[in-house]
């Protein structure tokens, strides 16, 4: 049973995933050279608890083991669910998938992006563009009169039309009170498949993609999802309600705060 929300429930949503949105810029902001994954998940604990929310990966079960960090943090050959280390520090030509789920007055808001630091080689620089550009192409099948197969097939086709892999093994998912609801949203699919797109629906649209082959294993945490080739992987992800107007995307970033240059003129600004 895949949940249509009410006008109330969206808000709430909406709320979270703000919330979500603001913590993952934040801990972008951070990322630079000799600070270690461990500060970055620390940092968003802290960023979490300053906004009222909290980590809905802590803790989080799956079998009988529990996720021991607040944010998933994985690093160049790191697919996803990485563990926030004090032995990982992060070096120039570096990438990291910062995944940040919270729960905020008992809604989800989940949201993730790679970033890079300093110079990365341009196959890295597509590698990123090209996860970016595959989330933004499933985002714009998310439409009604769409199924979940046209949003997997949209992040498909652009991501093997420029000669790069899916990662299979995880999937996007509806998001509520709980972090992975139905339906399940593969990275991978046949148009006009799965569920119907219904208005009130919101659902968590995340590629991860590999620069060489999709096969991946598990690191020695039995959580950090590692590419077989060891090649970089990276992972874009936004929660998405669908509406009769077009999908509303929940997690956009904040928008810049206002900060005039010193020579602005404008003469609405208070000078002095
Ligand atoms: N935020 C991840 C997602 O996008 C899930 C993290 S699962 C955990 O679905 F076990 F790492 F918490
Ligand atoms: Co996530
Ligand atoms: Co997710």
Redesign the pocket.
Known sequence: MIALRSEMEIRSIRDACRVAAEVLDKVCAKVAPGVTTYDLDQAAKRYMAELGAES??FN?K?GSRR?PAYT?LSVNEEV??GIGSMRRVLRPGDIISV?I?VRYKGWIG?T?RTVALGPITPEVQKLLDTTREALNAGIAQARLGHRIGDIAHAIQSLVEGRGMSVVREFVG?GVGRT??EPPQVPNFGKPNTLEKLRPGMCI?I?PMVNLGSPDIEYGDDH?TAITRDRRPSAHF?HTVHITAAGPEILTLPPAPTAKPASNDASPTQPQG
């Open positions: 809905a990966c989080y799956v996720f998933c996803v669910h995944d789920a989940d993730a998912h972090m992975h968590a995340e959580w992800e």
